[in-house]
């Protein structure tokens, strides 16, 4: 059974496709900023994804059953359990809509769809970015009725962390993780005997700053900003979310080239890669209390980085040095998020694991 998987990210478009013993092909599309900031909208983004994908697909012409699912990365919805859900009319509503925010990832179902339907085969996502097991004590904020929401690389984070697990010889159910998935985005997740009680959104402004993400800011002089009409909030949310961090300071969201500016004598790329590694080891220990037990004690079985930035061996090396002093350090290369999609759509196939609906709000689940 052949699964086709489709993952697109704020700088690339992951595909592959899977059977039963791994990966059979793959393919990454890397995207500069110009070319996708040419698009009104990250949904207009769809049909130029799409037709990258056609040098994939020819060789699984649809009239010879060339694929039996595909599965995409799972987008922006309400929060859900984790598991396997059935791409439905409902999720491609909400994600059209960008009703819970706009990302890449909301592609992710939309050209599962595209492709399934030419195929006659169905479309899923797994364990999408809100899956939520946050513990309600992180939930609350200093403004009543501003609660913080669960969204992280979740695909990304559970794989690295099962990874890491059986090479320390440890069930990810029974160990504490924190794991740090470092991207166009970074996330940092408190992975607690296999569910995810904290996390430091990659999307909503927290942590640190990533390659286009601003993290963190000063909430005063923000709204200082604001004021003076130095920027609107249309413009502002296009800052923290796609135009900040790395690429406001120094005009790229590609670390290779700040790390060649670096190796040239650039000072100023210097500055910012360090504050930018500084800044996640920060928030990284930041987790250690979610894991806490009732003593105060905390047992971490090891730290994660995942992510396409783990490439870097600097990087690996700036953060790892300043966080292992938290535990054992282990860096997962792979495209854990790839093969964790392909396998949850090949347990529904072989019938041991069903699909579930997705709902919009209000409706009744399935």
Do not use: W
């Not at 697990?165 to 990810?172: S, T």
């Amino acid at each position: 059974m052949n699964v086709l998987v489709i993952n697109p990210g704020s700088t690339s478009t992951k595909t592959a496709v899977y059977d039963e013993r791994g990966a059979v092909t793959s393919r990454e599309f890397r995207h500069e900023r110009a070319d996708l900031s040419a698009f009104p909208s990250v949904m207009a983004q769809a049909d130029f994804r799409l037709n990258l994908l056609r040098e994939i697909l020819a060789d699984y012409p649809a009239d010879k059953g060339g694929l039996a699912g595909v599965a995409g990365r799972g987008g922006l919805l309400h929060p859900l359990p984790g598991g396997v859900y059935e791409v439905s009319d409902d999720m491609i509503d909400d994600l059209q809509a960008s009703r819970y925010g706009e990302h890449p990832c909301n592609l992710g179902a939309v050209l599962a769809r595209r492709v399934a339907a030419e195929y006659g085969v169905g479309a899923y996502i797994v364990d999408p970015v809100i899956t939520d097991e946050l513990d309600d004590v992180v939930r609350m904020t200093g403004i009543p009725g501003l609660q913080r929401r669960s969204i992280f690389h979740a695909l990304s984070h559970r794989g690295a962390a099962r990874t890491a697990a059986a090479r320390l010889g440890v069930e990810y159910e029974d160990a504490d993780f924190i794991v740090c998935h470092m991207g166009g985005g970074i996330s940092i997740g408190a992975h607690r005997h296999g569910r995810v009680v904290d996390v430091v959104n990659a999307l909503d402004g927290e942590g640190p700053f990533s390659p286009e993400r601003t993290g963190g800011v000063p909430l005063a002089p923000l709204l200082d900003m604001l004021e003076r009409g130095e920027r609107t909030p249309a413009e502002l949310r296009e800052i923290i979310q796609r135009r900040g961090g790395m690429y406001a300071h120094l005009g790229t969201n590609d670390l290779r080239e700040v790390l060649r500016r670096m190796e040239a004598g650039d000072d100023r790329a210097e500055a910012v890669f360090k504050a930018m590694t500084y800044s996640v080891a920060k928030y990284m220990a930041s987790l250690v209390p979610a894991l806490a037990d009732g003593r105060g004690r905390v047992d971490l079985a090891g730290v994660v980085l995942t992510g396409g930035l783990v490439r870097s061996g600097r990087l690996v090396a700036e953060v790892s040095r300043m966080t292992r002093y938290l535990g054992p350090i282990e860096v997962v290369e792979g495209d854990e998020e790839m093969a964790t999609l392909a396998n949850g759509v090949l347990r529904v196939l072989s019938g041991r694991e069903s699909a579930r609906t997705y709902r919009r709000e209000g409706r009744p689940p399935v």
